[in-house]
Nanobody
């Protein structure tokens, strides 16, 4: 497992933007497929976006497609979630997740696919 630390959360008005970052510990970041999930109060944790270890494959939930963008910089050991056109319903704790993989182009969307999780960062969008 790898330790994950998220940053970049905060409060923003509807229509605004935020960029989340996740920096795993260790030297083998490039061997991990990464994902972002979120959990609103009283709701289950849900998939937001994911990216393969080479960055060529990405998946998004329908609710964020076209507004959020996931990317990674393997040289900086960081994965990003650029969030634009934020809505109040995007308010949640956002967590990044990692899965060690052998295949370069595979990304994952299920919670059970990931073995390491960060503590999360709060995103609050006001109307």
């Amino acid at each position: 497992q790898v330790q994950l630390v998220e940053s970049g959360g905060g409060s923003v008005q509807a229509g605004g933007s935020l960029r989340l970052s996740c920096a795993p510990s260790g030297r083998f970041f490039s061997t991990y497929a990464m994902g972002w999930f979120r959990q609103a109060p009283g709701q289950e944790r849900e998939f937001v976006a994911s990216i393969s270890k080479n960055g060529r494959t990405t998946y998004y939930s329908e609710s964020v497609k076209g507004r959020f963008a996931i990317s990674r910089d393997n040289a900086k050991n960081t994965v990003y979630l650029q969030m634009s056109s934020l809505k109040p319903e995007d308010t949640a704790v956002y967590s990044c997740a990692a899965r060690a993989v052998a295949t370069a182009d595979t990304a994952y969307i299920r919670k059970a696919d990931f073995g390491s999780w960060g503590q999360g960062t709060q995103v609050t969008v006001s109307s």
